[in-house]
């Protein structure tokens, strides 16, 4: 059983930078492909991007050049950097993976285990 806790969401405004983080305990971390998704107001759940130890990261168009997602496998972490936020990135953040070990697959319905996500607000 993996279990995800995702931190970091807040109120920023457009332009600014944020960077979220997701904490993962159980199952063997280093072997699992970790996404992130988010969800805004009325819309679906939508990748943002993902990473692997085998095949690196991996960027929704909507995100490129503006994300950075890290891991540390020592303290079983994942780390999204958002920069130049837009009003369109607010949304609730979800870390997920589907937990099936060198597993890579980048839809909401292949994860099996999802954190309770944490908000993040663009206004100015």
């Known amino acids: 059983q993996v279990r995800l806790v995702e931190s970091g969401g807040t109120l920023v405004q457009p332009g600014d930078s944020l960077r979220l983080s997701c904490a993962a305990s159980g199952g063997t971390f280093s072997n699992y492909e970790m996404n992130w998704f988010r969800q805004a107001p009325g819309k679906e759940r939508e990748f943002v991007g993902a990473i692997s130890w085998v095949f690196g990261t991996f960027y929704a168009d909507s995100v490129k050049g503006r994300i950075t997602i890290s891991r540390n496998n020592v303290q079983n972490t994942v780390s999204l950097q958002l920069n130049s936020l837009k009003l369109e990135d607010t949304a609730m953040y979800y870390c997920?993976?589907?937990?099936?070990?060198?597993?890579?697959?980048?839809?909401?319905?292949?994860?099996?285990?999802w954190g309770k996500g944490t908000l993040v607000t663009v206004s100015s």
């Open positions: 997920a993976t589907s937990g099936v070990p060198f597993k890579v697959v980048r839809t909401a319905n292949a994860m099996n285990y």
